[in-house]
């Protein structure tokens, strides 16, 4: 028999759903290499996301349909309202976040967008306390100042050097980051409801149908008839390696764990982002850089074993 003052065993980490959302973190971070690669061969903002919804789109369309098929009680859960709410919640988050982060780099650099992105945790943390009954936890804050102070020092290096177009880019990409952590709140609220798979598919279709029709209206349809091989190739890479694969392990991993602890797990995807930027595009990595990375890195992971400390505690 237990003892009386027997502390009861903390709750069982979920490495399936932390290995999940870092899968995901780290192929959603090739997306600005294959972006930067379209920009360079002269393709529009629209249209470099509507290539890669158009590799996309299909895949989404088979295995909602393969969904429906297995899970015919499906149907039942999808009323116009839940449909309108998934729909609504995916074109936010896959459609008008990643509008604004293909905008945004056309101005700044593919490493620097993502650490921006990499903010995207405190907002879900932020975004959780003032609309979703979270509560707040303090000890965060210095993380958070540390990550940001690590921002600056990469924003003032690039305030110097090549400053044209940098806050509109940065502001463009913080939009992203800000859109992408809400859309984490309502996208669990509605997997819960028709799981993570049929979410996916249907959040995605409808973003995909929207950008298709935004660069149909401002490219025209005579655009895509020039684009050469190599274009076609990295639309396909961006559509399955940095849209369709991460979009189905990230949402797997925020069912399992959450938004919270799966916006801890993006520290991957700046490195991955950093490594591909400097061997693939070129970019600059200087010691302004250096320091600047790290203390975003090292602010981002403090944040991370915080927040899990306090959620094995049960906070």
């Known amino acids: 028999m ?7 065993a903390p709750p069982a980490i979920d490495m399936i759903g932390y290995g999940l959302a870092i899968g995901g973190a780290a192929l959603f971070s090739t997306k600005g290499i294959f972006i930067k690669l379209a920009f360079a061969e002269g393709v529009s903002t629209e249209a470099t996301l509507a290539l890669r919804m158009l590799v996309a789109l299909p895949v989404y ?12 009680a499906a149907m ?73 102070a690590g921002l600056m020092v990469i924003f003032a ?22 859109t992408f952590a809400f859309y984490q709140h309502l996208a669990r609220r ?14 995605m279709s409808t973003a995909a149908v929207l950008a298709i029709g935004q660069s149909l209206l401002v490219d025209g349809p005579a655009t895509y008839a020039g684009f050469d091989a ?37 520290s991957f995807g700046p490195i991955v982002t950093i490594v591909l930027a400097v061997f693939i595009l070129g970019e600059d990595f200087t010691l302004f850089h250096a320091i600047g990375t790290a203390l975003v890195l090292f602010g981002s992971s403090l ?13």
């Open 61 to 72: 369309l088979v295995i909602l349909l393969g969904l429906l098929r297995r899970h015919p």
């Open 76 to 148: 039942a859960l999808l009323t116009p309202r839940r449909l309108f709410a998934c729909m609504a919640v995916g074109a936010l988050g896959y459609y008008v976040s990643s509008y604004l982060d293909f905008a945004g780099l056309a101005f700044v650099s593919a490493q620097y967008e993502r650490l921006v992105l990499f903010t995207y945790p405190f907002f879900v943390l932020l975004f959780g306390v003032w609309f979703f009954g979270d509560r707040m936890n303090w000890k965060l804050l210095p993380a958070m100042l540390i990550t940001y």
């Open 230 to 266: 190599r274009v076609w190739m990295l639309g396909l890479m961006l559509g399955i390696f940095g849209t369709v694969l991460p979009s189905f392990l990230l949402n797997a991993g925020i069912a399992r764990i959450g938004a919270r602890a799966t916006s801890s797990t993006a």
């Open 2 to 8: 237990a003892s009386p003052t027997t502390q009861p």
């Open 190 to 203: 509605q997997m819960l409801v028709v799981g993570a798979g049929l979410f996916t598919c249907i959040g």
């Open 157 to 178: 290096w690039n305030l110097a050097v090549q400053p044209e177009g940098l806050l509109i880019g940065t502001l463009l990409v913080l939009g992203s980051a800000l």
């Open 303 to 315: 944040f991370a074993r915080i927040e899990n400390r306090a959620a094995a505690r049960g906070k």
